[in-house]
C-alpha cells in the first residue's frame, strides 16, 4: 500500500468525538478581534497533520515529531539532566535520610541504588517516545483507552503546575537575595501582606520579578531548548560548588567534625530496614513523574539509542549533587554553628557582613540559581503540563500556549507561596502522590514491551474510534483501570496517615499499613505490572493484538517534507527565527 493510500485509510476512519461537528464561525466577531489583533488567532498555528482526522484532535505539537524537528542528540539529554540534577530539592535529598537515624554513608547508598533504578525505568520508558515520537498523553492511549487516559493525564498534569508554582516561589526567593545583594534597603521594604499569607511584601516583589523574567524562557521552542539546558548545566555546577568550596573553607578544610558526618545508624533491626526501604521509595518517587511522562523529552530523539544516555547520566549526577548537599551541610555546622541544608540559606549568610564582596557573590550565586530554576520549571514542569493541557483542546493549546498557562495557573491558582509556608498537609500528599504514578508507569511499559512486544499502531492512538477504543460505550481497558487500583489502593490508608500525621494528628492506621505506604511506589509498580500482564494473558484483547508495529513513519516523513517547504517560503525576523519551531 503507497503512503498516500494509507493516508486515505487513516482519513476515513473517524476522529475525536467533535470530528463531525463542525461548528460555523461568527464572521463579523471574528473580523473585529482580527482588525483589533491582526497577529492573534485563537486556534494555534497548524500544519498539515499526519492522522487526525480534524483540527480538533491534533496540532503541529502533539502530532508525531517529524524527522525535521528531531533534533536532541545524546548530548542533549546529557545536559537535560545535568539542567535537572542541580537544584535545591536534590542537594537536600539526604536530610530527611539522616534525620530518620541513616549515617550518612546509608543515605548515598539509597541515592545511588534509587537513582539507578529510576535511570532504568526512566530509559526503558523513553524508548517508546524515541521509537513512536509521539507525546506522553497519547501514549496513555495505548493501555488505558481513550476516556480513562484522561484521568492518567490529569493526574500528571496538576502535579507538574503545582511543582512548577512551587519552583516559582522558589525562584522568587533567589531574586530577592539578588535584589537585597544589590540593594541592602530592599530588606526593609515596609510589609503590608498579613503573616498568614506566608509572604512579605519584598517576597511578592521577587515573586512577581521572577514570574515576568520565566515567560520568555517558556516560549523557547522544544527544538532549540537543549542548548538553554546546556548553558544551565554549565552554570549550575559553579554555583553549587562555590558555596561548597566557600563553605568548606570557612570551616577550615574539614568536615570531620560534624554530626552529620560522625553520626552512626541510629537503627538497627526491621527499623533499619524499613527505614533504608521508605527512603529508597523516596529517591524513586523524586522523579516518578518523569519516570512516567519521559516521552514528551524523548520524542526529540534523533535516533532511538540517542536517549539511552540516561541510564548512566541519571545515577551518576544525582549522586554528586546529593554527596556535595551532604559535604555542605557537615562543613557549615562548624563555619556557621550550625547545619544548613539549603543553599540558599548560607548565600543569605555571605551578605551579613555588609561586605562589598560578599555582596557581589550572594548576588551571583543568586543569578546561578536564578538559571537553575528556570531550567527546572522548563525541564520538569512546565513542557510537560503543556503537552497535558493540550491533549485536551489542540486546536487551541499547542506547548508554547500550554506552557504559559501552566506558569499562569501554577504561580497564581494554587498560590504556591501559602503552599511552602504552612501547607503541611498539602505538600504531604504531594509527597506521598507517587502510589498513583507508579501503577500509571509500569502499566504503560508492560503494555508496549511484554503485552504488544512493540507491536503498536501510531494512527489508531489518534483515531478515537481506532483499536486502543476497546469499549464503545466507556472507552477505557477495564484490564488497565483494576490493574491500576489493585496498585494504589492498598497503600492509601497509609497515605492518609501520612496526611494526618503531617497536619499534627493520629490515625488508628495500623504499623503495617504504614510500612506498606513506605515502600508504596515500589508495591504499587511492580503489583500494577504484575496484574495488568496477568488479565492480558487470560482476558486478551485480540482486537488491538499486532504482528507487527505501525508507526506511520513514511506519511510523517512525507508530511515534514511539504511542511518544510512550505516554511521555508515565508521570510521570518529574526526574532521569529529564535521562537519558532
Not at 42 to 53: K, P, Y
Not at 208 to 218: E, H
Request: glycine fraction near 8%; hydrophobic fraction near 50%.
Amino acid at each position: 500500500m503507497s503512503s498516500e493510500d494509507k493516508r486515505l485509510s487513516f482519513d476515513e476512519k473517524n476522529g475525536s468525538p467533535a470530528s463531525s461537528d463542525i461548528e460555523p464561525v461568527e464572521t463579523g466577531h471574528v473580523s473585529k478581534l482580527k482588525r483589533r489583533f491582526p497577529g492573534f488567532s485563537l486556534e494555534v498555528r497548524q500544519e498539515e497533520s499526519s492522522f487526525a482526522a480534524t483540527k480538533s484532535a491534533s496540532n503541529a505539537d502533539f502530532d508525531p515529531i517529524p524527522p525535521s524537528k528531531r533534533t536532541w542528540n545524546w548530548g542533549a539529554y546529557v545536559a537535560y539532566w545535568m539542567a535537572d540534577a542541580w537544584a535545591v530539592s536534590n542537594w537536600e535529598v539526604a536530610s530527611s535520610m539522616i534525620a530518620v537515624g541513616l549515617s550518612w554513608k546509608l543515605a548515598i547508598a539509597a541515592c545511588v541504588i534509587g537513582n539507578t533504578i529510576m535511570g532504568i525505568i526512566i530509559t526503558t520508558n523513553g524508548r517508546l517516545g524515541a521509537t513512536l515520537h509521539t507525546p506522553f498523553p497519547v501514549l496513555a492511549r495505548m493501555p488505558f483507552g481513550y476516556y480513562f487516559s484522561y484521568f492518567v493525564v490529569v493526574s500528571r498534569c496538576v502535579l507538574a503546575i503545582v511543582w512548577l508554582g512551587v519552583q516559582t516561589t522558589t525562584g522568587g526567593q533567589c531574586m530577592t537575595v539578588l535584589l537585597t545583594a544589590i540593594w541592602p534597603s530592599f530588606a526593609n521594604i515596609p510589609n503590608h501582606i498579613p503573616p498568614s499569607e506566608g509572604i512579605t511584601t519584598g517576597g511578592m516583589c521577587g515573586f512577581v520579578l521572577y514570574f515576568l523574567l520565566q515567560l520568555p524562557f517558556l516560549c523557547i521552542p522544544y527544538t532549540k531548548v537543549q542548548y538553554f539546558f546546556a548553558f544551565k548545566s554549565f552554570i549550575a555546577p559553579i554555583v553549587f560548588l562555590a558555596v561548597f568550596g566557600s563553605t568548606l573553607h570557612k570551616a577550615g578544610g574539614t568536615i570531620s567534625q560534624s554530626t552529620v558526618i560522625s553520626q552512626p545508624t541510629l537503627v538497627s533491626g526491621s527499623v533499619l530496614a524499613w527505614a533504608f526501604l521508605g527512603n529508597l521509595n523516596g529517591v524513586l518517587g523524586n522523579y516518578a513523574t518523569l519516570g512516567l511522562n519521559i516521552a514528551d523529552f524523548s520524542r526529540y530523539a534523533n535516533k532511538p539509542s540517542a536517549q539511552n544516555v540516561q541510564a548512566l547520566v541519571i545515577p551518576v549526577i544525582f549522586t554528586i549533587v546529593g554527596l556535595l548537599g551532604i559535604f555542605t551541610a557537615a562543613a557549615a555546622q562548624t563555619a556557621y554553628g550550625q547545619v544548613l541544608w539549603n543553599p540558599i540559606d548560607i548565600i543569605m549568610l555571605w551578605m551579613k557582613s555588609g561586605s562589598h564582596g560578599g555582596r557581589a557573590a550572594a548576588a551571583f550565586a543568586a543569578i546561578g540559581l536564578i538559571i537553575v530554576t528556570l531550567g527546572i520549571n522548563i525541564s520538569a514542569n512546565s513542557i510537560s503540563a503543556a503537552n497535558d493541557l493540550m491533549s485536551f483542546a489542540p486546536k487551541y493549546i499547542n506547548i508554547r500556549r500550554g506552557q504559559l498557562l501552566a506558569a499562569v495557573i501554577g504561580s497564581w491558582g494554587f498560590v504556591p507561596w501559602k503552599i511552602l509556608a504552612s501547607a503541611a498537609k498539602f505538600l504531604a500528599f504531594l509527597g506521598g502522590y507517587t502510589i498513583f504514578l507508579g501503577p500509571m508507569t509500569s502499566i504503560l511499559m508492560t503494555d508496549y514491551f511484554i503485552v504488544r512486544r512493540g507491536n503498536v499502531s501510531v494512527p489508531d492512538m489518534y483515531n478515537f474510534h481506532g483499536m486502543y477504543r476497546y469499549s464503545p460505550r466507556y472507552a477505557s481497558n477495564w484490564r488497565a483501570v483494576v490493574a491500576f487500583f489493585i496498585g494504589c489502593i492498598p497503600p492509601l490508608p497509609g497515605f492518609v496517615n501520612n496526611i494526618v500525621v503531617a497536619g499534627g494528628q493520629k490515625t488508628s492506621i495500623s504499623l503495617g499499613g504504614q510500612h506498606l505506604f513506605g515502600i508504596g511506589y515500589i508495591y504499587s509498580f511492580v503489583a500494577a505490572a504484575v496484574f495488568y500482564w496477568g488479565f492480558n494473558k487470560f482476558f486478551p484483547h485480540t482486537e488491538s493484538i499486532m504482528d507487527h508495529a505501525e508507526t506511520g513513519e513514511d506519511i510523517i516523513a512525507a508530511n515534514d517534507a511539504k511542511n518544510v517547504e512550505r516554511r521555508a517560503e515565508r521570510r521570518k525576523s529574526f526574532v521569529a527565527q529564535v521562537f519558532e519551531v
